[in-house]
Nanobody, 121 residues
Framework: QVHLVESGGGLVQAGGSLRLSCAAS????????MGWYRQAPGKQRDLVAT???????NYVDSVKGRFTISRDNAKNTVYLQMNSMKPEDTAVYYC???????????????WGKGTLVTVSS
C-alpha cells in the first residue's frame, strides 16, 4: 500500500507565506508525476501545480509567480511554497502522485487526505 501525508497547512494573513509538504510512503518502486490540488468550500477540486520526475513544472495561472512546486526524489516528498497569499487561496490542499509499486505492472494514482489552508484578509 502507498500513503501520501500532507503537512504544513494553517492560518496565514493575506500577503504571508506557507510551505506545504507531502511525503509518500509504503511499497514504492518509483514515483512519476506529483502534484497539488485544492478544493475551496462548495467548489470542485482544481489543479494548482504539478511536477514531473525530471523536475518539469506546471501551474494554474492564478498562482504563477506566487507558488513554487518542488520535490525531493530521495525523500519521496513534494513541496508547495506559497508566497503573497490571497484570501482566495483558502482551500483544502491535496497531494497527488502516480506511483509504481514493487511488483506492479502499472503505476496507480494516489491522493492524500488534505491539509487546510486559510488566508485571512
Amino acid at each position: 500500500q502507498v500513503h501520501l501525508v500532507e503537512s504544513g497547512g494553517g492560518l496565514v494573513q493575506a500577503g504571508g507565506s506557507l510551505r506545504l509538504s507531502c511525503a509518500a510512503s509504503g511499497n514504492i518502486f518509483r514515483i512519476y508525476g506529483m502534484g497539488w490540488y485544492r478544493q475551496a468550500p462548495g467548489k470542485q477540486r482544481d489543479l494548482v501545480a504539478t511536477i514531473t520526475s525530471g523536475g518539469g513544472t506546471n501551474y494554474v495561472d492564478s498562482v504563477k509567480g506566487r507558488f513554487t512546486i518542488s520535490r525531493d526524489n530521495a525523500k519521496n516528498t513534494v513541496y508547495l511554497q506559497m508566497n503573497s497569499m490571497k484570501p482566495e487561496d483558502t482551500a483544502v490542499y491535496y497531494c497527488n502522485a502516480d506511483v509504481l509499486r514493487y511488483g506492479a505492472a502499472n503505476a496507480r494514482n494516489y491522493w492524500g487526505k488534505g491539509t487546510l489552508v486559510t488566508v485571512s484578509s
